[in-house]
């Protein structure tokens, strides 16, 4: 059995750079968004709204949700975490809707549905009404883009009658929860 003693590994096209770096202890460091193995986490990037929102029954931004994430390779996948916490005037049903921009060039559904990608609540008693429950979310989505492509998630919400709050609940103006979108790049 042989063995090979080194610190430093580099690619034979790069000028001196080390791609993979041995230190006394066998810790191993790979320059950042370089490890590729499929299924691996390659980046993950987070938005945290800590403020209230409000709107109405048509779908509508919630400003300050949203996330943009340039992936590093060609295959990559992106999964989609977010929690919105939503109260509403009414007892009513009440929505989030994710939707996808590449590049600029404007945001779309994700799944070819007349919703796409949604969360769905309802609050049936009177009790319910006043308090603020979470619309978790969780996909994977496997977008068509270039490298060095920027994609930006976004969610939209709304309420089925009556005024839908993010953060809050109905009778309450102060802030109770706090709202966040998770990106994650997944090598493919």
């Known amino acids: ?64 949700l949203s996330q943009a994430i340039t992936p590093s390779f060609a295959n990559s996948k992106i999964l989609v975490r977010y929690m919105v916490w939503m109260g509403s005037s009414a007892q009513t049903h009440k929505e989030t809707l994710l939707q996808r921009d590449i590049q600029s060039g404007g945001y779309s559904n994700i799944q070819a549905t007349a919703h796409g990608c949604t969360t769905y609540s309802y609050t049936g008693d009177s009790d319910e009404e006043h308090h603020s429950l979470p619309n978790y979310f969780e996909y994977l989505d496997t977008p068509s883009y270039s ?41 493919g």
């Open 147 to 187: 490298v060095g492509n920027v994609i930006t998630y976004k969610i939209q919400a709304r309420v089925g009658s009556g005024t839908a709050y993010v953060n809050r609940k109905h009778q309450v103006s102060t802030v109770l929860n706090t709202s966040y979108i998770t990106l994650m790049e997944v090598a």
């Open 1 to 64: 059995m042989s063995t090979i003693k080194t610190t430093n590994i580099t690619h034979g096209s790069n000028s001196g750079t080390n791609n993979l770096i041995l230190d006394d202890t066998g810790k191993v460091s790979i320059a950042e968004k370089k490890l590729y193995s499929p299924g691996t986490i390659i980046q993950i990037l987070q938005d945290v709204k800590t403020d209230a929102w409000s709107g109405d029954t048509t779908f509508a931004d919630i400003t300050g």
